[in-house]
């Protein structure tokens, strides 16, 4: 059986690449340990330092010609396609997905990989169904669009949700970035906040400056340092292993069963699960989170959107390959060196600190430092457009709403920075607790970060395809699709006593989007309908 999973899994991935299978003649002929390093090296932090500064310089240099809100927050709407793409992936990237990618390839299996499968079907569904009835209203927040055919509860709901989402969100990644860090370093994590700090400070300063231009030009770089590591990885690996010897033939017993398809909920991925969760994920992140709407919004029309979103998606499947290769490098070589392991590790549970350990102390001085640069730009990647995002929904729908906000522009972009300082802030402070959650990487972000993802989506799908939804129906679907993503989350410690974060949970994380949507929907028109029908 796990033969046919795993060579299942090796179909799918030749499907998207074709893994070189050669040496090169350079690289040594038997497999040679490499020489450990006590940790990152001074020179190392010098790198680290210079991109932390110029990211700082960035936003100065971009604050110099912001007049109004509509450059500080969506680029008068004129910015290039290609760069909003690759913004859009790094923003949606992020430390968890740097982190999380290779550590759920080595410790659990390759299913992960069927994910890339959907970005076909997320571009004609997002692309062609629902960017051309987004982009006919120019608007900087999205929840404006609730507003016109549901009212101002709506739309005020809308923008509460997401301003929660993307603060756990951010919360989280800071979180797990700092946490890396400490491997790196190899120190307590009593120095996590401390990690926090310094993070979130570079991150907030050059966002809450710069605005939306200094947000996608600074995520281009991370792009490419983000790629750039990971392939330095999988070059040192195959040059010590004498080629490309780690690249899998069988299943791996280091990995977990992982069927086609399940009846029972606890099955904790299976290959339908994954497809439909991210699926449903992308399309409600694309269609209802104000950190892609804006992005949208900050090109020409639905034809621009449309490019940047197949540009987000194509670097989506080429980055993701490229850390699913830094995973089955990472197996390969602490197989083929099981003396490397740290000690008290293991290469099963202690799968997601492989990665960084790996970077601090296998990677040579210089390269270590360049890597290390590319987690701190995923971090900040998520945390600038989450701040520049957040702040766009204060400054729109609460503000400018009611009327609160300085009479001139100068002074309307000037609140607009302090009020992105302040979120920042809260980001660095509420991060602690993230600590508290059971689980992977993948599996906390799916239990946190992920839950009100199809809440905020299912709104516009109401206001935008429900001719017949009412408030009430809207906010009752919102409601038990909340309730049912909670529930789900944490089955583990809500139904089963004794629970602890060693067992799996009644039902899986992957049912999350879907029973949420599900439900959401289903409540929601059901109620929308009664209430239409009493109307009449």
């Known amino acids: 059986m796990k033969s046919v999973q795993f060579y299942l899994s090796l179909l799918i991935f030749l499907l998207l690449i074709t893994p070189a299978s050669a040496a090169d003649s350079s690289v040594p002929l038997t497999p040679e340990p490499l020489q450990l390093n006590t940790g990152l090296h001074p020179f190392d932090w010098v790198i680290i330092a210079f991109y932390a500064v110029s990211t700082i310089f960035l936003g100065w240099y971009f604050s110099r010609g912001q007049e109004d809100t509509s450059e500080y927050f969506v680029g008068n709407g004129q910015m290039n396609p290609f760069l909003i793409g690759v913004s859009l992936f790094a923003t949606l990237l992020s430390t968890i997905t740097y982190l999380s990618t290779p550590g759920e390839i080595l410790g659990r299996g390759p299913v992960y990989l069927v994910k890339d499968l959907a970005m076909p079907f997320i571009f004609i569904i997002v692309g062609f169904v629902m960017l051309p009835v987004y982009m006919k209203q120019r608007v900087t927040s999205a929840y404006e669009l609730l507003e016109e055919k549901l009212g101002l509860g709506i739309r005020l709901l809308g923008a509460i949700m997401f301003v929660v989402l993307r603060l756990i969100w951010m919360s989280l990644l800071v979180y797990l970035t700092a946490k890396a860090i400490t491997t790196m370093l190899n120190?307590?994590?009593?120095?996590?906040?401390?990690?926090?700090?310094?993070?979130?400070?570079?991150?907030?300063?050059?966002?809450?400056?710069?605005?939306?231009?200094?947000?996608?030009?600074?995520?281009?770089?991370?792009?490419?340092?983000?790629?750039?590591?990971?392939?330095?990885?999988?070059a040192t690996i195959s040059y010590h292993l004498g080629g490309f010897s780690w690249f899998p033939t069988e299943w791996d017993n280091n990995w977990d069963t992982q069927p086609f398809f399940s009846f029972d909920p606890s099955t904790r991925v299976t290959y339908v699960g994954t497809f439909l969760s991210i699926l449903i994920w992308y399309v409600a992140?694309?269609?209802?989170?104000?950190?892609?709407?804006?992005?949208?919004?900050?090109?020409?029309?639905?034809?621009?959107?449309?490019?940047?979103?197949?540009?987000?998606?194509?670097?989506?499947?080429?980055?993701?390959?490229?850390?699913?290769?830094?995973?089955?490098?990472?197996?390969?070589?602490?197989?083929?060196?099981?003396?490397?392991?740290?000690?008290?590790?293991?290469?099963?549970?202690?799968?997601?600190?492989?990665?960084?350990?790996?970077?601090?102390?296998?990677?040579?001085?210089?390269?270590?430092?360049?890597?290390?640069?590319?987690?701190?730009?995923?971090?900040?990647?998520?945390?600038?457009?989450?701040?520049?995002?957040?702040?766009?929904?204060?400054?729109?729908?609460?503000?400018?709403?009611?009327?609160?906000?300085?009479?001139?522009?100068?002074g309307h972009v000037l609140a607009a920075r302090l009020l992105a300082f302040g979120i920042g802030t809260v980001v660095v402070l509420s991060s602690s607790v993230m600590g508290k959650i059971p689980g992977n990487i993948t599996a906390v972000t799916n239990k946190t970060a992920n839950l009100l993802t199809t809440p905020i989506f299912c709104l516009f799908f109401f206001a935008l395809f429900v001719p017949f939804a009412r408030p009430a129906g809207v906010l009752v679907g919102a409601i038990l699709g909340t309730i049912t993503a909670i529930l789900i989350a944490f089955s583990g410690p809500i139904f089963v006593p004794g629970f602890t974060e060693n067992d799996l949970d009644p039902i899986s994380f992957q049912w999350i989007p879907i029973a949420a949507v599900t439900v959401n929907i289903i409540s929601g028109c059901l109620v929308s309908y009664l209430i239409a029908k009493s109307e009449k």
């Open 187 to 234: 120190v307590g994590e009593e120095w996590i906040p401390y990690i926090v700090l310094g993070t979130g400070s570079v991150a907030i300063i050059y966002t809450s400056l710069g605005g939306m231009r200094a947000v996608v030009i600074t995520d281009l770089i991370q792009t490419i340092l983000l790629f750039g590591g990971a392939l330095l990885v999988i």
């Open 285 to 410: 992140t694309s269609c209802g989170d104000q950190v892609s709407v804006q992005r949208f919004m900050s090109t020409k029309d639905a034809k621009a959107a449309r490019k940047s979103l197949a540009v987000q998606l194509i670097v989506s499947v080429v980055v993701s390959l490229t850390l699913a290769m830094v995973g089955f490098a990472l197996l390969g070589y602490f197989k083929e060196f099981p003396n490397q392991i740290p000690a008290g590790i293991d290469l099963k549970k202690d799968a997601d600190k492989f990665f960084p350990h790996y970077i601090a102390y296998h990677l040579p001085v210089g390269i270590s430092g360049c890597v290390v640069s590319a987690m701190f730009a995923a971090a900040m990647s998520s945390i600038d457009s989450g701040v520049n995002s957040i702040t766009a929904v204060v400054m729109t729908d609460f503000l400018d709403r009611f009327g609160r906000t300085p009479k001139t522009e100068r």
